[in-house]
């Protein structure tokens, strides 16, 4: 979208965004700022929702920061309160955080379900409860939550993230029906192959390459061709989309290439 006709599209509304300290979260918090958005930026380093806050201030936007662990919804209650409180209302929801471990299944352990499941998943329900409580229910609202590649087909050594992933994209579904009296839509997006500090963990140069050759676009991803669809799921342009999973992937899971 040309940017002069987008600017301050979400002049008025209020966001708060789950793991925006990096990565896609950070260039959606910045995005939706720019836009014109309040945004609350939450994660659980308190140093990057620092780092992030002062980014978005420092161009002019209204940024609160927000240091918490998205699997606990006493937090993420107390954050969706606290920003609606400030901002006067809020609106949407970004859930964006994850932690990832690759591996066998056979190596899998309670620790590495309990945490992906905690980040990944039980932050979905919470951001619900949180939209339910804190959203207008004449004016509704969206959430965003992420998905991923691993929910349309399998890849070696991603059990657990599969799990998550699959399970996000299956709630996005269920949540669309069960908000929808609330006005409240509730959509996903599914990045293809982003590098983003999270991704360079896990991803090695060989696996970009991999990557990028199996992209029919022939590019590996931007945090800010994901922002840019958050951006579109949380406002009106999208006002009679939900249950909807957007694959911003360059056509990577689109079909054999
Ligand atoms: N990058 C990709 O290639 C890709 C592809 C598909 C899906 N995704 C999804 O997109 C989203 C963003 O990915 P990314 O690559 O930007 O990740 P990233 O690891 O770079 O950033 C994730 C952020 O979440 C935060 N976080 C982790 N655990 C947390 C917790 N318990 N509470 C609060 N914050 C927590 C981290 O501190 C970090 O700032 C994730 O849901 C990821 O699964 C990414």
Redesign the pocket.
Same mark, same amino acid.
């Given at each position: 979208m040309n940017e002069g006709s987008a600017v301050k599209e979400l002049e008025g509304q209020v966001v708060l965004v789950?793991?925006?300290?990096?990565?896609?979260?950070?260039?959606t918090a910045q995005l939706l700022a720019r836009r014109g958005a309040v945004v609350g930026v939450? =994660?659980? =380093?308190a140093e990057?929702v620092a780092q992030t806050t002062a980014a978005i201030q420092q161009e002019g936007g209204s940024a609160h920061g927000f240091t918490? =662990?998205?699997?606990?919804r006493d %937090?993420v209650l107390a954050a969706a309160r606290q920003l609606r409180q400030r901002g006067g209302r809020l609106d949407a929801l970004a859930?964006? %955080?994850?932690?990832?471990r690759y591996e066998p299944v056979a190596d899998v352990r309670d620790e590495t379900i309990d945490?992906m499941m905690?980040?990944?998943l039980k932050?979905v329900f919470w951001a619900a409860q949180a939209a339910e409580e804190c959203m207008d229910p004449e004016r509704g609202g969206a959430i965003v939550?992420? %998905?991923?590649?691993?929910a349309d087909r399998g890849h070696r050594g991603t059990a657990v993230?599969t799990a998550?992933?699959g399970g996000?994209a299956a709630l996005t579904r269920q949540l669309a029906i069960e908000l929808a009296p609330l006005r409240i839509r509730v959509n996903a997006?599914?990045?293809?192959?982003?590098?983003?500090?999270? %991704?360079?963990?896990i991803?090695d140069e060989a696996g970009w390459e991999v990557?990028r050759k199996a992209t029919p676009l022939g590019r590996?991803?931007r945090?800010e061709d994901?922002a840019e669809a958050v951006a579109f799921l949380v406002s009106e342009r999208s006002s009679y989309i939900t249950g909807e999973i957007l694959h911003v992937?360059g056509g990577l899971t689109a079909g054999a290439f």
């Open positions: 789950m793991g925006a300290g990096r990565g896609i979260g950070q260039a939450a =994660d659980l =380093d990057s918490l =662990d998205v699997g606990q %937090a859930a964006c %955080a994850m932690w990832i945490r905690g980040v990944g932050s939550t992420f %998905a991923s590649p691993v993230y998550v992933k996000v997006v599914t990045p293809g192959a982003t590098p983003t500090p999270g %991704a360079h963990r991803v990557r590996l991803g945090p994901v992937d």
